[in-house]
């Protein structure tokens, strides 16, 4: 009964791990690593790189600095507005990226809710540059202020109280003790929302478009390159998958160094408590 | 300056109510069971915790008054708190942890607490007492006006601990600023303060000097929890002025203390003599029972008869061959049975 068990999780596993990997396997099988690499230096591919890079860190920059400070102000608030912010944080997760897109023309664009206004001004976000970034921080902010909230809860409230019978008033307490505790988190959650961002399709093509070097990411690439040139669309995933795994190898290497746990994932990040 | 703290707050399962008063340069323990309410007094002196309703002033300076609604931050109090656990920074060198709260004063107080050579060691590789003295060079940086110490012994392992009292000892006097201890142990409460409150279920039941407390512990509580043996029984009037108090088990012993009806008969280890046979001394009490356990304390030995903890020297109790099972008699005399009334 035992080893029967034994072999059907062993089994369960083995077909898990394959199912995983299969797809990947299958992008670097059907080209040969030659035409991958010249078909990345086709313009298309190229100028999509450069789009992706540029609005990603952008959008990924935004996230941090306004998402930092409402993961702590929810991490040590309470009651039901604390509740009902944490829901609001969560709201674009399982948002469904077309609404995501709709919603944004709605709010954002030409005729919509504020829209109307930036025109006003002289300039028009929906289809530029700016509604990438807008749409990648969007999607991917959940991603970075769950871990944040998590990070800082995790926290040793003996630490900011310490910190604060110590003379230090909530600012110094703030940066000197809690931000670097939670960095772990805070880093984990970066990279979640940077790769959630990287990837992010839906929302742009709606309510930025798919404009060569100016809207068109990688993703948007591949869409587009699928119906007419297979093996660039081939070789951009390829691109993607490599830019993916660097993330997730940096952070599982940025985990082992800074703490013991035996299982470093992207969900669970372990913050050092008190000693 | 006189640190006075009076407040109510109510707890997971009853409202603590306290009032007390710690002198200028006087060491206050607050000694009692886990979850009595000894943390939650030193976290409203800190102001971690703004109680429902009292007040907490150092002489003139009001640091939180419920009934005016002030209630000062953590940072504005001039207080030292050491943290049980010490919550030393672990991202911070044991130099920058002692800084944190101010700079002025840290190499002397690296050197006054000799852990100048650990400068640039993070806190995860100090030993505890190295750990213990950090944090209290960390707290007295900022140049409090009072100082707080949550279980300053708990996390040490009996080794150090003798050594470490010596040390909190002479520091206490030296800083003479009004402190308040929190510790479960009687012994280091007796060792470091010079009066001791025995707190239960958020109330202080006695305040004193610590031999008072041991001298006439006010009721069973604090006889068993100053270390006392707590013995239940029924009381009533004998020969001779003396009080006979029959025990639950049936055994019968005599005290010099008035009392009748049901009572606590508290008899401390020291007064408890242990022999082979009840010798014909002026001991009235006699307890013969088989050796339950006996437990090495340094030059001292714990030996359990029955109900009673007697305490002998290590020499004595090898001149006897003390062994476990062996029936002995543990004797005291009516003077040391002391009669407390029971807690309902």
């Known amino acids: 009964?035992?080893?029967?068990?034994?072999?059907?999780?062993?089994?369960?596993?083995?077909?898990?791990?394959?199912?995983?990997?299969?797809?990947i396997i299958a992008i670097f099988a059907r080209v040969p690593p030659g035409d991958l690499v010249s078909a990345l230096g086709r313009g298309q591919a190229?100028?999509?790189?450069?789009?992706?890079?540029?609005?990603?860190?952008?959008?990924l920059a935004l996230i941090v600095v306004a998402g930092t400070p409402t993961a702590w102000l929810i991490a040590t608030g309470s009651g039901r507005l604390r509740d009902v912010a944490v829901t609001l944080v969560e709201l674009p997760l399982v948002l469904p990226?077309?609404?995501?897109?709709?919603?944004?023309?709605?709010?954002?664009g030409r005729v919509g809710l504020v829209g109307g206004n930036i025109h006003v001004i002289?300039?028009?976000?929906?289809?530029?540059?700016a509604a990438v970034v807008v749409a990648i921080t969007f999607v991917a902010s959940p991603f970075y202020v769950r871990s944040a909230i998590a990070a800082f809860e995790s926290l040793d409230p003996s630490m900011t109280q310490a910190a604060r019978t110590l003379g230090a008033g909530p600012g110094r307490t703030f940066v000197r003790v809690a931000l670097?505790?939670?960095?772990?988190?805070?880093?984990?959650?970066?990279?979640?929302?940077?790769?959630?961002?990287?990837g992010e399709f839906g929302a742009t093509l709606m309510f930025a478009g798919s404009l060569r070097g100016v809207t068109q990411t990688l993703p948007l690439a591949i869409y587009e390159a699928f119906d007419l040139d297979f093996d660039l669309a081939l070789a951009i995933s390829a691109e993607l998958v490599a830019i993916s795994a660097v993330i997730l190898l940096a952070t599982k290497v940025v985990f082992r160094w800074r703490s013991p746990s035996p299982s470093t994932t992207l969900f669970g990040p372990t913050t050092p408590r008190s000693i | 300056m006189a640190l006075s703290v009076t407040f109510d707050h109510p707890l997971r399962s009853y409202d603590a109510s306290i009032d007390l008063t710690v002198e200028p340069g006087e060491t206050f323990a607050l000694v009692g069971p886990s979850g009595a309410g000894k943390t939650t007094v030193l976290r409203v002196v800190a102001g971690l915790l703004r109680p429902r309703g009292g007040r907490v002033a150092l002489g003139d300076a009001v640091w939180l008054d419920a009934d005016a609604g002030i209630c000062l931050d953590p940072d504005r109090r001039s207080v030292g708190?050491?943290?049980?656990?010490?919550?030393?920074?672990?991202?911070?060198?044991?130099?920058?942890?002692v800084g944190f709260g101010g700079r002025g004063r840290v190499s002397d107080l690296m050197e006054r607490f000799r852990i100048g050579h650990l400068a640039k060691a993070k806190p995860a590789e100090l030993s505890g007492g190295e750990r213990q003295r950090v944090a209290l060079a960390r707290a007295l940086a900022r140049d409090p006006a009072v100082l707080l110490l949550d279980e300053p012994m708990a996390a040490l392992d009996a080794h150090t601990r003798a050594g470490v009292r010596a040390e909190l000892q002479e520091l206490l006097r030296d800083l003479a600023l009004p402190a308040i201890l929190v510790t479960h142990d009687f012994e280091d409460a007796a060792a470091l303060a010079d009066r001791v409150g025995v707190i239960a279920d958020g109330r202080i039941l006695q305040v004193g000097p610590p031999d008072e407390l041991v001298a006439s512990p006010s009721d069973a509580f604090v006889a068993s929890f100053t270390g006392g043996n707590l013995l239940h029984g029924f009381a009533r009037p004998a020969r001779e002025g003396l009080t006979e108090v029959v025990l639950d088990g049936g055994a019968v012993v005599f005290s010099t203390d008035p009392g009748h009806g049901r009572v606590g008969v508290v008899v401390y280890p020291w007064e408890v003599s242990i022999a082979h046979a009840a010798a014909a001394d002026s001991a009235l009490n006699h307890v013969s029972a088989p050796i339950a356990s006996l437990t090495t304390i340094g030059n001292r030995v714990r030996v359990r008869v029955g109900p009673l903890v007697g305490?002998?020297?290590?020499?004595?109790?090898?001149?006897?061959?003390l062994e476990r099972g062996q029936i002995v008699v543990a004797s005291f005399k009516a003077t040391g049975a002391r009669l407390v009334p029971l807690r309902d």
Do not use: W
């Open chain 2, 81 to 97: 708190l050491v943290f049980q656990e010490y919550a030393l920074f672990p991202h911070l060198t044991v130099e920058s942890n």
């Open chain 1, 1 to 23: 009964m035992s080893r029967l068990f034994s072999l059907g999780v062993a089994v369960a596993t083995g077909v898990t791990l394959l199912f995983l990997l299969l797809p």
């Open chain 2, 311 to 321: 305490e002998v020297t290590a020499a004595s109790a090898e001149r006897l061959g």
């Open chain 1, 97 to 108: 990226p077309a609404v995501a897109g709709i919603g944004l023309l709605a709010a954002f």
């Open chain 1, 122 to 129: 002289g300039t028009e976000l929906a289809f530029t540059k």
């Open chain 1, 46 to 59: 190229t100028d999509a790189l450069l789009v992706s890079i540029e609005t990603n860190v952008i959008a």
């Open chain 1, 180 to 198: 670097p505790l939670a960095a772990a988190g805070l880093g984990s959650g970066a990279a979640l929302a940077f790769a959630r961002g990287i």
